[in-house]
């Protein structure tokens, strides 16, 4: 699988660190996000980002943040003030083009374990 | 609030069965429903989508069926097979906006049985 990828595939890290998750794409997609997923809740949207330097909040983004200062690049940062941080972190990219909604390629996953 | 809703959470088939998932929106400015499949540790992959004007589509044993007045969409799988095992997620882009934003339900874990 290309495409797509994240790194690394499992974290660990104690309470109170702040840790950084990777996400590349070499698809030429303007649009990237990040999404956690819970057992039993689906996938929720933390943060996306349609072009460079521009990114919005998704419906949980507290206790997150995340840049945009490539194309190929959207790291997030899950920060000490994230309550619950212990998920499986996914990253998709897709298409933007105004005014139409695309299907979206996910990357691999992250597990981050915070104890 | 804006939502998905899926339904039924878990679908246990026997193999050649039919499987039947239903998703239900709450906002009729949407108008792209994809629906993905993810096996167990691996990442999601789009199966099947469908956009607001046509009511039906189909590949192969998948078909995805949109009712835009009653606002839900259902995939179906005929002649399911083990492979089919997986967790099936609907999506909506709530509000049709072109930001590409999807909302997701909660999943459907299938189960065909041998």
């Known amino acids: 699988d290309g495409g797509i990828t994240q790194s690394p595939k499992y974290l660990f890290r104690k309470e109170g660190q702040n840790v950084t998750l990777s996400c590349e794409q070499n698809?030429?997609?303007?649009?990237m996000y990040w999404y956690r997923q819970d057992p039993g809740q689906g996938l929720r949207l933390i943060y996306y980002?349609?072009?460079?330097?521009?990114?919005q909040k998704g419906d949980i983004a507290e206790g997150y943040s995340v840049s945009r200062e490539k194309k190929e690049s959207f790291p997030l940062t899950v920060t000490s003030a994230q309550k619950n941080p212990t998920a499986f972190y996914l990253c998709a990219s897709s298409i933007h083009i105004a005014g139409l909604t695309y299907e979206q390629y996910f990357g691999p996953g992250t597990r981050l374990t915070v104890t | 609030g804006e939502n998905v809703e899926q339904h039924p959470s878990t679908l246990s088939v026997q193999e050649g069965d039919s499987a039947v998932i239903k998703c239900t929106y709450s906002?009729?400015?949407?108008?792209?429903f994809p629906w993905y499949k993810q096996e167990l540790g691996k990442r999601p992959q789009l199966i099947i989508d469908?956009?607001?004007?046509?009511g039906e589509k189909k590949d192969q044993r998948i078909a995805v069926t949109l009712n835009k007045t009653a606002k839900h969409f259902s995939l179906h799988i005929t002649e399911t097979q083990p492979e089919d095992s997986a967790v099936y997620f609907c999506a909506a882009n709530l509000g049709g906006t072109s930001y590409g934003k999807l909302t997701f339900g909660q999943g459907t874990i299938l189960t065909v049985h041998p």
């Open positions: 906002d009729s400015a949407s108008n792209y």
């Open positions: 469908i956009r607001s004007n046509v």
């Open positions: 698809l030429n997609h303007d649009a």
């Open positions: 980002s349609q072009i460079v330097n521009d990114f």
